[in-house]
């Protein structure tokens, strides 16, 4: 990656209610940066903060304005919403995102440019040794393993946000006109080239994770839905293999009776077939409610985000919030 006269690197940090632990992101990231020799911009986004991090983040933008810029949303929209503002504010050829708790540290971006630096367009990243509860690891993999069997998107490890991507690749995922947007995921489909490091993982140095489990696995549905029909139709598939299956047995039952006669102690056997039938039947349902819910939502085309204002700005860049 050359710089080309222009500035070199963009780093996005998106934030939500880090007061306790920006002070140390702070004390880390910058000796980092300047230690690389590039030039650089550091673009945090508050993304509606409860807390003290807007007044932390303004005490930082005072103290380097060389570098610094901070995009303050009205309200919290999501961590790639979040993402995605800041997308639209940086200017670096490359760009780089980075979580604002410091699982992922800052003196890792180095291996990252140097990877662009390469020829690689995007460079996603694999955590080693990682520090999360023992519950997340196992649930991370065993998305990992179900979208690539559902997905051209192959990503050793989706759910660590330090990574880079070229110029031309974020301006591709800004044009993209999606609500709902896993950026990791559309820059690998973007990618003409991309690459995985393996960086180190620490744990939390303060405050608590914005992502229950709950919440990751909302995110593996909309990463699911949003790039493969698969699972719609696998879901074809069973209803037609259970649409056979149960006429053979209802055909089974009728010979049964002509041949036997009536029968009662096969009932309950019939409602727990009914029951599986049913709840296969919501299931389905609710797949087909994912999908309808992500036209539903584009649909109504409301701004993914709302800037509030920007410390260190140029004019706004058109189409914010798109």
């Given at each position: 990656m050359s710089e080309g006269g222009g500035l070199g690197v963009?780093?996005?940090?998106?934030?939500?209610?880090?007061?306790?632990?920006?002070?140390?992101l702070f004390a880390r990231l910058y000796p980092a940066m300047d230690a690389l020799g590039r030039s650089y911009e550091v673009i945090f986004v508050d993304d509606g903060s409860r807390d003290r991090s807007a007044a932390e983040l303004r005490r930082q933008y005072q103290a380097r304005p060389d570098v610094t810029r901070v995009v303050y949303?009205?309200?919290?929209a999501g961590q790639h919403a979040a993402i995605m503002a800041g997308f639209e504010y940086a200017r670096g050829r490359a760009v780089v995102t980075l979580d604002a708790d410091l699982q992922n540290p800052p003196e890792e971006i180095g291996k990252l440019l140097a990877a662009m630096d390469?020829?690689?367009?995007?460079?996603?990243?694999?955590?080693?040794?990682?520090?999360?509860?023992?519950w997340r690891d196992v649930a991370s993999k065993a998305m990992n393993r179900l979208r690539e069997?559902?997905?051209?998107?192959?990503?050793t490890d989706q759910g660590c946000m330090l990574r880079a991507y070229?110029?031309?690749?974020?301006?591709?995922?800004?044009?993209?006109?999606?609500?709902n947007t896993f950026i990791p995921a559309l820059a690998y489909l973007y990618s003409g080239k991309p690459t995985e490091v393996v960086v180190a993982h620490e744990e939390r140095a303060a405050g608590e994770s914005k992502y229950p489990l709950y919440k990751l696995i909302h995110l593996n549905f909309d990463l699911m839905t949003g790039f493969s029909i698969v699972p719609l139709?696998?879901?074809?598939m069973v209803g037609v293999g259970i649409s056979v299956a149960s006429f053979l047995f209802v055909s089974y039952l009728a010979l049964r009776r002509l041949i036997i006669g009536p029968e009662v102690e096969g009932v309950f056997t019939l409602f727990g077939i009914l029951f599986f039938l049913?709840?296969?039947?919501?299931?389905g349902i609710g797949l087909l409610g994912e999908y309808v819910g992500r036209i539903y939502v584009q649909a109504r085309g409301r701004p993914r985000f709302l800037v509030r204002s920007v410390l260190g700005a140029e004019p706004a860049p058109p189409g914010e919030g798109g």
């Open positions: 963009s780093v996005v940090i998106p934030v939500y209610n880090e007061e306790a632990v920006l002070p140390a949303l009205r309200a919290n390469e020829g690689h367009d995007y460079v996603g990243t694999i955590r080693r040794q990682r520090q999360d509860a023992k069997r559902i997905t051209s998107i192959h990503m070229d110029r031309e690749i974020v301006q591709a995922i800004l044009d993209s006109r999606e609500v139709q696998v879901f074809s049913v709840g296969v039947l919501l299931f």
